[in-house]
């Protein structure tokens, strides 16, 4: 079964410092793996995808997320982090291998950048 | 390029009733996948279509059912309203079932009594 889980339910940043939102997954076959940004009564937006290649891929908005294949982790990232990156933060995943499979999302990590 | 719409925006049903839920896709998109997205937490997947066809199904009850038209537009409908079923539902749009990236229209949130 496919599973995500975030472990921290908030992260506190000061405005300028580098950010780091965590990500594990389980998944059988090859995951497909996403990070989305949700603001107060909004739908989602999409922020990243890794589907395949290098391990670092770049986003939206100045962020970033590192697939480790051997931790089963994909940590979202942000060099310098803004009051405006405050909001709720979801990682998801699917098997790649297995099609109609759905998106299976984490429970969502808080941000707060304080400044 | 138009994004992902849902109406209404708001709903308020009495338990027992039956609801009907609208999302419009994105332009060139085939895939529509509905969420519903309970008070602090993720995302819950409810089931998908890709074109007009069912093409997964979450852990949710046959209440809960819907369609795609040949605009690739989607409804769901949900009979016999529960309490539980108070949610943010949430209809996303991809160009496709493989890899591609959903993309989210606002919600509809739903209210029973």
């Known amino acids: 079964a496919q599973s995500v889980a975030q472990p921290e339910d908030q992260v506190n940043v000061a405005e300028g410092n580098p950010l780091t939102v965590k990500c594990t997954y389980s998944?059988?076959?090859?995951?497909?793996l996403f990070w989305y940004v949700q603001y107060p009564n909004r739908g989602l937006q999409f922020l990243l995808k890794?589907?395949?290649?290098?391990?670092l891929v770049k986003g939206s908005y100045g962020f970033e997320a590192e697939f480790n294949k051997s931790q089963t982790s994909f940590h979202l990232k942000k060099p310098s982090a803004l009051v405006s990156d405050s909001a709720l933060y979801f990682c998801?995943?699917?098997?790649?291998?297995?099609?109609?499979?759905?998106?299976?999302f984490g429970k969502g990590t808080t941000l707060s950048v304080s400044s | 390029e138009t994004g992902v719409t849902q109406s209404p925006t708001h709903l308020i049903k009495t338990r027992g009733q039956q609801v009907t839920l609208r999302c419009s896709s994105q332009s060139g998109h085939n895939t529509v996948s509905w969420y519903q997205q309970a008070l602090g937490q993720g995302p819950q997947f409810i089931f998908q279509?890709?074109?007009?066809?069912?093409?997964g199904r979450g852990n949710f009850p046959p209440r809960f059912s819907g369609l795609q038209f040949p605009n690739y537009s989607s409804e769901l409908n949900v009979n016999a309203l529960e309490l539980d079923d108070s949610a943010l539902y949430l209809c996303?749009?991809?160009?496709?079932?493989?890899?591609?990236?959903?993309?989210f229209g606002p919600g509809t949130r739903l209210t029973v009594t």
């Open positions: 998944v059988s076959g090859n995951p497909y």
């Open positions: 998801a995943v699917r098997d790649g291998g297995q099609a109609g499979t759905a998106l299976i």
């Open positions: 890794y589907i395949t290649g290098d391990n």
């Open positions: 279509y890709y074109r007009e066809e069912e093409n």
């Open positions: 996303a749009s991809s160009l496709g079932v493989g890899g591609y990236e959903q993309y």
